[in-house]
């Protein structure tokens, strides 16, 4: 079953392009693909505990921890190389309109500052010499 979003629920926003290069982006995308593998983690053992629970075969498992590991590299690799479930995506996409109002506010308070502080230099006087 194929679903699909009614353009009239897509919400266009003005946010530069630009902002997704900077520092603060790559960081907030960076943490967001992070939450994504984690809570893929978490999911799957809880999955595989409650099988083994049903199934009576969680006593004696000497590679546990060895599962767990990679239980969690295979969430990472989910999310950082194919693009995961686009958790992560939503979640980034729900908070990059605050990141560019937020250094947009920053960028006109540092300008508002320096127009401040800037005064006007007078002209000297000319002086006219002769001679």
């Not at 006109?108 to 007078?122: H, L, S």
């Amino acid at each position: 079953m194929i679903y699909s979003i009614p353009t009239s629920k897509i919400v266009k926003t003005d946010i530069d392009p630009e902002i997704h290069k900077t520092p603060d982006a790559l960081k907030l995308k960076e943490s967001c693909q992070q939450f994504e593998a984690i809570l893929w983690t978490k999911l799957w053992k809880d999955m595989q505990k409650t099988a083994r629970s049903i199934s009576g075969s969680d006593k004696g498992r000497p590679y546990q921890q060895m599962e767990e590991l990679s239980l969690e590299m295979a969430s990472d690799d989910l999310v950082i190389q194919s693009g995961g479930a686009g958790l992560w995506k939503m979640l980034y996409d729900s908070m990059i309109g605050k990141l560019a109002a937020d250094q947009e506010a920053e960028a006109r308070m540092k300008a508002d500052e320096e127009a401040a502080n800037y005064e006007e230099v007078p002209e000297s006087p000319g002086f006219d010499v002769q001679g």
